[in-house]
C-alpha cells in the first residue's frame, strides 16, 4: 500500500513540475531558515553548561541606589564570596574575578598587549570546569605573580602546551610564573580569558571594602540547597557588613541610609541564565540578550509556518486536478482514511524532499550566518546526536501540518459530484485559503515594517547628535608606557601637519575608563544632595578636541592658575543639582573616605551633554576635572592621507617609547562598536525578512497560476465579449490585491506594537513615522502585483476559443 | 438481490423540493441484464448512483443481498459495495498516473489483498481481456476503446456480483461499442448482474430487461 502511494506521489510531483518545485523550494527555504535558527538557538541557551556545577553556580548581583543615582551590578564587594562562604554553610566554594585591563608581555623582544587578561582566587577550579593540560588545579593560583594561561596562549608564546614552570615579563617590570596551562574556553562562555592571574597578586583584593563593589563573585552551594533560602538573608549579611561600613564613611548608620531612599540589595544570578539575561553594570564582556532568541524563535516559526501555508493553499488550489482521482478511488472502494494516508505520505515525501535540499542550503548559508550572527556554528549531522531526530521530527511534524489540510479536504469530496464534474469549491469561495493568504502577507508585512523601524533607528542613532564629534579622530590607546614623556608626545603630535588638535586622557565618551564619585553640593557632605556621577580627569584641550559644546562658562585654561580645582559639569549634573545659576557654585568632591577629607570645586562651565554610555541608557551626570591622565590620547586630524599620517603618528610614538606597542582605533569605529549587536541583528532580521517574503512570494505565484485556470473559462467568455487584456489583468489583480489590503489592516497595529516596544530599550530612539506603514504596504502591494502579473497577463492572453472548445 | 422500496431523491431549489426520483419501486434478482433508459434529467444516473452507494437517496429502504443499505454506516456501506460492486463509466475514469496494471490493481489494494495474490489475478484479468501488451502503458496512450476494457477489467477484478455501467459506450463508436456490449452479454451469462443506464435502444436490447424513467418516475418495465 505504501508502496502505491509513494509510486503514485512521484509520478504526480514529476508530473506537475511546476507546482512540485514552489512547493518543495518554498519549504526547502522555510526548513533551512528554521535550522539556521534553531542552531542559533541552541548556541545561545548552551552557554556555561560545558561546568559540571552549571546548575549550582550563581553570581552575587547587586542593585544599589544612593545620591539619586541607582547601580545594576555585575559585581560584588571584595569579602563578599569568603563571608558568604564562611557565615552559610550551604555555601560549597566561591570564586571572584576582578578586571584590571590587560597585561604587556614580552614575546621575544617584542612588546605584545594582551586583553582577555583577569585575576582569579584560586578556587577558580572548584567552581567552573577549566580543564588542565599541565599544571596542578590545586595550586595553581595561590602564590601571587601566578599565571595560568589557556592551550592556544601557551603554543603562541612557548611553542608547547607544557609550560609550567616558564616565565613571562609582565608590563616590563614583574616575572610570572605559568603554573598551569587549561584547555581553551568554549565559545559558549559568558567570560573568555586567556590569562589568569592569582588573585593574591592584587592587593585591592586583601582591602575588606564592603562599600566598593570590583569583584565578580560565583558561588558554588551545595547540591539539594535552595538560592531563594541564601538569597533571603542577604538583607540581614548587608546590616551586618556593610551598615558599619557606611557608618564610618557617612556618618550615618542603615537605618538613615535606608530612610534617605538609599537602598542596597545583592541577590544570586543562575550561571546559565548570565549569557542571555544579564546586561548589568560590570560584566566581564558584553552578553547576549534573550530577546533576540524570542525574536528569532518566532521568525523561525512564522516562516516555516508561512513555507506551510503556502503548501496548503497550493495543495487546495490544485484540488481540482486531484478531485478526479480522489472520486474514481472511492469509487474503486478506498475509505476516508486511505486517502487521507495517501496524502499525507506524500506530503511527508515533498517535505522529506525539501529537508534535503534544505540541508544543502543551509551548509550554503552557514557561512554567511556565522559571519553575519558572529557565530562558529558547525552544521555537523553526526556530532550533534540531537540534530538529526529533532530534523526528521520537524519533517514530520511539517509534512503533516502542510499535508493535513488538504489531505482532509480532498478526501472529503463526495465521488458522485466530481465524476460528474461539479467541483464546489471554486477558487473565488475558498475563505480559508484566502485567509491563509491574509495570514502570509500580514506576517510579511510586519517584517517588512521590522526592518524598516530597524533600519531607521540605526540611522538615528548614526546621525543623532552625540554631543561630541566622532568623526576624524584617531584614539591611541594606551599612552601610559610613555610616562612623563606623554605629555611632551601630545606636543609633538599636534605639530605634525594634518593634526587639528589633541587631547590627553583616559576617559573617552566611546570607550575608555569610567569612574563613578559621589559629589556632594554643600561642605557638610550631606549625602541627600549628593549627585553620584562620572569624574574624568581631561586636560584643556579636551573639549575643543572631542568638538563638545559648552551651554555656558569657560574650558579649562592655563591662564587660571585656580582651575586646578575648577569643575565643569553637564546639563544632567546641573539638572540634579537644580542650580538656576551654576557658574561659580562650589561643589565637594571626597579625595579619600577614610579622612573624609574634600576639596572644594568651583563650576566653571557647562558641557552640553554627550552620550557617554549606548543609546540605551539617558545621559548621566558627568563632571570634568582637570588633570593629567596619560590613558589615551585623542587626536583629531584633518588629512586626505590618513595613512600616511597614521605611520608619522606611529614613527613618533616609535622613537619615544621603542619597543612599545603602538595601538589605535578610530573614534568612529569605537562607537559603531558599541551598537554593533543592533546592526548585527538588523542585518540578520532583513535577510529573514527577505527569506519570508520570498515564500510568500512563491505560494503567491503557484496560487495565482491556478486561479487564472479556474478562471479559463470565465476569462474566455468575457473575451469574447469584449475584455481587454488589461481589463482581465486588473481583474485577476484585484482580489489578490484586496487580500493585501486586509493584510495590511491586520498588520500594521501588530506591526506597531512590537516596533514600540522593541524602541522602548533605546533612552534616544527614533519614531515610527506614518510614512513606515505606507512605505510597507506599497511594497507588500508591489510585491504582490507584480508576483501575481505573472500568471494573469499569460492567462489573458489566451485565446478564448481554445479555453471554450472543450465545454 | 435488489429490492428498492419507495425511494426518493430531492433538491431544495428556491425552498421547494425539486424531485430526481420519486417514490421508485423496484425488484431486480441475481443474474439480471436490467438497462436503464430515459430522456436526459429522468434521474437515471442518480438511480444507478443509488444502486451503486454512491449517493444517497431522502426516503425509502434499499435492500441489497437482504442487507438494509440505508440504514448501514459508511463503513459497512463500503464494505459490501468493495465486495460486491463493479462500475462503469461512461468517461472510463481510469487513474492517468497509474499504469493499465496498476489501475487494474487499485481496487484489490483497497481490499487488502496480498501483494502475490493480487498479482496472480491481475495477470488473469489482463489475459482474459487480451491486453498483455499494453499493461504498462498509461490511460492516456490508448483509444477510447482500450480504456473502456481496462475500465470494465479494472470494475471486474474484485469478481462482484453486480456490475453498474452508465453509459459504457456513450463515447465509442458503433464497432467498439458493439464489443463492448457482446462483452457484457458474455459477462452476464457467466452470472454477473449487470445495470446498465443507456441511450441507445440498441444497447438497451442486450438486457433482459428495460426500465424507462420519465422524470423521475417508472414509466414502465418489459
Not at chain 1, 546559565?272 to 524563535?297: M, R
Not at chain 2, 495474490?117 to 495477470?123: C, F, H, L, Q, T
Request: aromatic share 10%; with cysteine.
Amino acid at each position: 500500500m505504501l508502496k502505491n502511494y509513494l509510486k503514485i506521489a512521484l509520478r504526480n510531483l514529476w508530473k506537475s513540475k511546476g507546482f512540485s518545485a514552489i512547493n518543495i523550494i518554498g519549504l526547502a527555504i522555510g526548513l533551512a531558515t528554521c535550522l539556521l535558527i534553531m542552531l542559533f538557538v541552541l548556541d545561545e541557551l548552551s552557554y556555561d553548561r560545558y561546568n559540571k556545577k552549571a546548575d549550582r553556580i550563581y553570581r552575587v548581583d547587586g542593585d544599589i541606589k544612593f545620591g539619586g543615582n541607582h547601580f545594576i551590578l555585575a559585581v560584588a564587594p571584595d569579602p563578599m564570596g569568603a563571608t558568604l562562604k564562611k557565615d552559610y554553610p550551604q555555601v560549597e566554594q566561591y570564586v571572584r574575578f576582578r578586571g584590571q585591563g590587560g597585561l604587556l608581555l614580552k614575546k621575544g623582544n617584542e612588546n605584545v598587549q594582551e586583553d582577555k587578561v583577569i585575576y582569579a582566587d584560586s578556587t577558580l577550579f572548584d567552581v567552573f570546569t577549566l580543564p588542565m593540560l599541565d599544571g596542578d588545579p590545586q595550586t595553581a593560583l595561590q602564590a601571587p605573580n601566578s599565571l595560568v594561561i589557556t592551550a592556544t596562549t601557551a603554543l603562541k608564546y612557548f611553542n608547547t602546551t607544557q609550560a609550567v614552570g616558564r616565565t613571562m615579563l609582565v608590563n616590563n617590570r614583574d616575572n610570572y610564573k605559568i603554573t598551569a596551562v587549561i584547555k581553551d574556553i568554549p565559545a559558549q562562555s559568558h567570560f573568555n580569558f586567556d590569562f589568569f592571574v592569582s588573585m593574591a597578586t592584587l592587593e585591592e583584593s586583601r582591602r575588606n571594602n564592603w562599600v566598593s563593589n570590583n569583584f565578580n563573585t560565583y558561588v558554588v552551594l551545595k547540591e539539594g540547597s535552595d538560592p531563594k533560602k541564601l538569597e533571603a538573608q542577604f538583607d540581614a549579611l548587608i546590616d551586618k557588613y556593610v551598615g558599619p561600613a557606611v557608618k564610618q564613611i557617612m556618618s550615618i548608620d542603615m537605618a538613615e541610609f535606608k530612610k534617605a531612599g538609599n537602598y542596597e540589595k545583592q541577590y544570586l544570578t543562575p550561571l546559565t541564565s548570565i549569557h542571555l539575561h544579564s546586561d548589568k553594570t560590570g560584566e566581564l564582556a558584553p552578553n547576549s540578550n534573550i530577546q533576540y532568541v524570542y525574536i528569532f524563535s518566532a521568525i523561525a516559526f512564522f516562516i516555516l509556518l508561512i513555507a506551510c501555508v503556502n503548501f496548503m493553499n497550493l495543495s487546495t488550489a490544485r484540488s481540482a486536478n486531484r478531485a478526479r482521482e480522489v472520486g474514481v478511488r472511492k469509487v474503486l472502494g478506498s475509505l476516508k482514511a486511505n486517502l487521507v494516508k495517501q496524502f499525507l505520505t506524500e506530503s511527508i515525501l515533498i517535505s522529506c524532499m525539501a529537508l534535503v535540499l534544505a540541508l544543502g542550503l543551509t551548509f550554503i548559508m552557514l557561512p554567511t550566518f556565522n559571519h553575519l550572527a558572529a557565530k562558529e556554528i558547525k552544521l555537523d549531522l553526526l556530532s550533534n546526536p540531537w540534530l538529526l531526530p529533532a530534523l526528521l521530527l520537524m519533517v514530520l511534524i511539517t509534512g503533516l501540518l502542510a499535508g493535513s489540510y488538504p489531505a482532509f479536504y480532498l478526501s472529503s469530496f463526495k465521488p458522485i459530484q466530481v465524476i460528474k464534474g461539479k467541483l464546489a469549491a471554486g477558487f473565488k469561495t475558498s475563505w480559508l485559503r484566502s485567509g491563509l493568504v491574509v495570514f502570509q502577507f500580514a506576517i510579511s508585512i510586519i517584517l517588512i515594517i521590522a526592518t524598516i523601524v530597524i533600519y531607521k533607528q540605526l540611522n538615528f542613532i548614526q546621525s543623532h547628535k552625540t554631543g561630541f564629534n566622532r568623526e576624524q579622530v584617531l584614539v591611541i590607546h594606551s599612552t601610559s608606557p610613555l610616562g612623563s614623556k606623554a605629555k611632551t608626545f601630545r606636543e609633538e603630535v599636534v605639530k605634525i601637519s594634518g593634526v587639528e588638535n589633541a587631547t590627553m586622557t583616559g576617559y573617552l565618551p566611546t570607550n575608555g575608563w569610567r569612574n563613578d564619585n559621589p559629589v556632594f553640593a554643600d561642605p557638610t557632605l550631606d549625602q541627600k544632595k549628593a549627585v553620584s556621577m562620572q569624574t574624568w580627569d581631561v586636560d584643556e584641550q579636551y573639549i575643543s578636541t572631542l568638538g563638545m559644546e559648552l551651554v555656558t562658562g569657560r574650558n579649562f585654561s592655563k591662564e587660571f592658575l585656580t582651575d586646578s580645582s575648577a569643575i565643569i559639569i553637564n546639563e544632567a549634573a546641573a539638572k540634579m543639582y537644580g542650580f538656576t545659576e551654576p557658574i561659580g557654585k562650589n561643589l565637594y568632591y571626597l579625595r579619600d573616605i577614610n579622612t573624609r577629607s574634600a576639596s572644594v570645586l568651583h563650576v566653571i562651565g557647562i558641557v552640553k551633554d554627550f552620550n557617554f554610555t549606548s543609546f540605551r541608557q539617558q545621559v548621566t551626570p558627568l563632571a570634568l576635572l582637570m588633570g593629567e591622565n596619560a590613558g589615551n590620547t585623542a587626536i583629531r586630524i584633518n588629512s586626505k592621507n590618513i595613512p600616511h599620517l597614521v605611520t608619522q603618528i606611529e614613527n613618533l610614538y616609535n622613537k619615544m617609547a621603542p619597543g612599545e606597542p603602538f595601538d589605535y582605533t578610530f573614534m568612529d569605529e569605537d562607537f559603531n562598536n558599541l551598537y554593533r549587536t543592533e546592526q548585527r541583528m538588523g542585518v540578520i532580521a532583513i535577510s529573514f525578512s527577505a527569506l519570508a517574503i520570498l515564500i510568500a512570494c512563491l505560494g503567491l505565484f503557484g496560487l495565482a497560476a491556478y486561479a487564472a485556470e479556474q478562471r479559463t473559462k470565465e476569462i474566455g467568455i468575457r473575451k469574447v465579449l469584449g475584455a481587454t487584456v488589461s481589463n482581465i489583468t486588473a481583474m485577476l489583480s484585484k482580489d489578490f490585491l484586496k487580500l493585501v489590503v486586509v493584510a495590511a489592516v491586520i498588520a500594521f497595529p501588530l506591526a506597531w506594537w512590537f516596533m514600540h516596544s522593541w524602541l522602548q530599550d533605546f533612552a534616544y530612539r527614533t519614531n515610527i513615522s506614518w510614512w513606515v506603514f505606507i512605505m510597507a504596504g506599497v511594497v507588500a502591494a508591489f510585491i504582490a502585483v507584480f508576483t501575481v502579473s505573472f500568471q494573469t497577463i499569460r492567462a489573458a492572453l489566451m485565446n478564448p476559443v481554445k479555453s471554450l472548445r472543450n465545454e | 438481490m435488489i429490492e428498492l422500496k419507495h425511494i426518493s431523491k430531492w433538491y431544495q431549489v428556491g425552498g421547494k423540493p425539486t424531485f430526481i426520483l420519486k417514490d421508485i419501486n423496484l425488484t431486480i434478482k441475481e443474474g439480471e441484464f436490467v438497462s436503464i433508459m430515459g430522456p436526459s434529467g429522468s434521474g437515471k444516473s442518480t438511480l444507478l448512483h443509488i444502486l451503486g452507494m454512491l449517493d444517497d437517496a431522502n426516503e425509502g429502504e434499499y435492500h441489497f443481498m437482504d442487507q438494509p443499505v440505508h440504514s448501514l454506516k459508511e463503513k459497512q456501506r463500503s464494505q459490501i459495495y468493495k465486495q460486491h460492486v463493479g462500475f462503469v463509466f461512461q468517461a472510463y475514469h481510469l487513474i492517468d498516473e497509474l499504469t493499465v496494471y496498476e489501475n487494474i490493481e487499485t481496487p484489490l489494494i483497497y481490499q487488502n489483498i496480498k501483494t502475490n495474490e493480487r498479482k496472480a489475478m491481475v495477470a488473469d484479468m489482463i489475459d482474459r481481456f487480451n491486453i498483455v501488451g499494453k499493461k504498462d502503458l498509461f490511460p492516456t496512450q490508448l483509444s477510447g476503446g482500450q480504456q473502456q476494457l481496462v475500465g470494465i477489467a479494472r470494475a471486474l477484478i474484485a469478481k462482484p456480483k453486480l456490475l453498474l455501467a452508465d453509459e459504457p459506450t456513450g463515447n465509442l463508436n458503433s464497432k467498439q461499442g458493439e464489443e463492448i456490449m457482446d462483452l457484457f452479454k458474455q459477462l452476464n451469462k457467466e452470472g454477473v448482474t449487470i445495470i446498465q443506464v443507456t441511450h441507445s435502444e440498441k444497447n438497451a436490447g442486450y438486457g433482459s430487461h428495460i426500465i424507462n424513467l420519465l422524470d423521475g418516475r417508472i414509466e414502465k418495465t418489459n
